[in-house]
């Protein structure tokens, strides 16, 4: 399907997190454990001569030289050239009756590592990552023996060169693997795909297809819609197709389209929880009139007469869930709310008084503030139904001050609170820009 929330990561975020990256390899390779070697060597005119390489200890692994490269179709490649490792170790020779022993230092140069990563996405949703290819190759290993028989070592150092560069290009690969399964991959699934945002929602961040390499960006799919805690339903409209615009000079992108809102609104409408009730005594301290049948009698006149001087009780309620609208100019939405107002009568029961129904123009601001996106609304003017227009345009004076002053503050509260962006662990965001696209 369509995806509501799309990530984006481009060539510059890339180079940052592979950055990262190479430094953990880098540790990772630095603690390689390689093999003890020995073995026999048949010499002209001396005989065979049995030697033991052991105790082999990488002092330094450097990977100075490295690139991270988007492969079309396929994945990520990491390039890795002019590397160069130190082993010291010991060594052991016997000739005839002839025993030596001591130690060796090797320098290992021009180390070149090419790593393939394949990208998918796993039955939860969640991303994942592999090798699909690995290949080391060392041109270049130099290793010098201490020791009383300078002369002999020189004669077979060409074969311990040669067994040290097999071994080495063999474990070198093996510990990328490692390190991809055992670092990369955990990491990666740090990714959250569900995040919860009170007692009735959360937020469906699982992704809709594996990740996709172009030449300038890796793009993520995320299904990206809220859904129901308390009462689980099917969202009853589709996603739509979702595109980013054509811009790469960030590191990474977040893309969300109206489909990832407006599921928002379904919810929390499924569940109950845009109905709100206004009292007199929420009414702010300086407004000049009181929600009681006497401001309300200029209007229908027989309340002054069925319930004379009586407070009032607003209850405010969406007939359906609303729908929001995302363009050039930014987020709006029109929603209808039914006003249906009650007179508090003396026992405390509610009499029913009347029903208005009001469309509302609000329009709402986004911004994005320690990787939650939090937003604002502003109401603009509430429009009665044509035919009463004329008689209740006080009315609407009165019922766009409720609003503002005391249904908007609960709504914003909220919103200031925002929801999480899915983000890896230990992942922080600055310099952010919020733009809106049709």
């Known amino acids: 399907t369509n995806p509501g929330f799309v990530v984006r990561i481009t060539q510059a975020g890339l180079d940052y997190a592979h950055q990262q990256g190479i430094a953990v390899l880098e540790k990772e390779l630095a603690q390689l454990k ?38 079309p179709k396929v994945g990520l490649q990491v390039s890795i050239s002019n590397a160069f490792a130190e082993v010291d170790g010991n060594w052991r020779v016997k000739i005839h009756f002839i025993r030596d022993h001591g130690s060796f230092d ?18 939860s949703g969640k991303p994942t990552i592999d090798t699909s290819d690995c290949s080391t190759r060392i041109s270049k290993v130099r290793v010098h023996f201490s020791g009383k028989f300078g002369w002999l070592y020189n004669l077979f150092h060409s074969v311990i060169e040669a067994r040290f560069r097999k071994a080495l290009e063999s474990k070198v690969c093996e510990n990328v693997v ?32 594996p990740p996709t390499a172009t030449a300038q960006s890796l793009d993520v799919d995320l299904k990206g819609k809220f859904f129901s805690l308390t009462h689980p339903s099917t969202i009853p409209f589709p996603p739509l197709a979702l595109a980013f615009p054509p811009d790469h000079n960030r590191m990474v992108y977040f893309g969300a389209s109206s489909y990832f809102f407006n599921t928002a609104g379904f919810v929390y409408h499924a569940a109950g929880a845009l109905v709100f009730e206004i009292t007199d005594s929420m009414i702010p301290k300086g407004v000049d009139f ?16 069925m319930y004379p001087d009586m407070l009032m009780k607003l209850r405010l309620s969406a007939p359906s869930a609303p729908f929001l609208n995302i363009g050039p100019e ?18 405390s ?52 001050i409720f609003a503002s002053s005391i249904l908007l503050p609960r709504f914003n509260a909220r919103l200031e609170q925002g929801f999480p962006l899915p983000l890896p662990d230990r992942i922080q965001l600055s310099n952010m820009l919020v733009q809106f696209h049709q």
């Open 178 to 209: 490692s390190s991809v399964h055992g670092e990369l991959q955990p990491y990666i699934q740090t990714l959250p795909v569900t995040a919860r945002i009170d007692a009735i929602a959360g937020i469906d961040y699982s992704l809709v297809a």
């Open 349 to 400: 029961s509610l009499a029913p008084l009347f029903l208005l129904s009001l469309v509302s123009n609000v329009s709402a601001v986004i911004d994005v503030k320690s990787s939650h996106v939090v937003g604002n609304l502003k109401v603009g003017s509430s429009f009665p139904p044509p035919s009463l227009r004329s008689q209740v345009r006080t009315l609407q004076s009165i019922m766009n």
């Open 34 to 71: 390689l093999p003890d070697i020995s073995g026999d060597f048949p010499i002209r005119r001396v005989g065979k001569v049995h030697y033991e390489i052991s105790r082999l200890e990488l002092r330094s692994f450097h990977l100075p030289y490295s690139r991270i490269s988007l492969v």
């Open 330 to 347: 930014g987020l709006s939405l029109k929603p209808v709310v039914d006003i249906q107002a009650y007179a508090i009568l003396p026992n």
């Open 290 to 305: 009181h929600l009681n049948t006497s401001t309300f009698s200029a209007f229908v006149p027989q309340l002054e007469k």
């Open 106 to 123: 090797l320098k290992v140069e021009n180390i070149y590592i090419k790593i393939n990563l394949k990208l998918g996405s796993d039955a």
